[in-house]
Structure formats: C-alpha cells, structure tokens
C-alpha cells in the first residue's frame, strides 16, 4: 500500500467521505465532517501511523489535504 493511499484511508475512515474528496488544494474546512474534533483524530492517527509527531506550529498552519501531504514529506514520509 502507497503512503498516499494509506494516508487517504486514514482520513476516509474518519470523516466518513469518499477519496474522491480529498484533492491536495482542497481547505480543511471545504472537506464535509473536517471540524476541530476530527481534526485531532486525524492528526493522532496519522502521527501513529507513519511514526512522526508534529509539532504545534505545523498542525495550525495545515490549512489543505496537499499541506497533510507536505507536511508528512518534510518528515521524511516518501509520499508516492
């Protein structure tokens, strides 16, 4: 499985929403059930998930999908 997908399937799982949804300049709030409860949801599995953690600063300025990506990318996840 692709980190992409994995990611995908993190975040689908959670919001209840299709990966169709999901599109890399799409804002948070533009995606249907992501509120600031499920945004902590996401943001803990996908720490667990692919072993990083994010700092304060990082979480508040994700603002789309693609910054989630970025952000995974800059600590060392090969998004493919």
Excluded: C
């Excluded at 533009?30 to 953690?53: C, K, Y």
């Amino acid at each position: 499985m692709s980190n992409t997908t994995k990611l995908a399937g993190i975040i689908t799982g959670i919001l209840g929403v299709t990966e169709k949804e999901l599109r890399d300049d799409r804002k948070v709030g533009e995606i249907p059930n992501w509120d600031s409860f499920n945004n902590l949801q996401i943001i803990t599995s996908v720490e667990e998930a692919f072993g990083v953690h994010f700092t304060t600063d990082e979480i508040i300025n994700a603002a789309t999908y693609g910054d989630v990506k970025r952000l995974l990318e800059k600590h060392g996840v090969k998004m493919d």
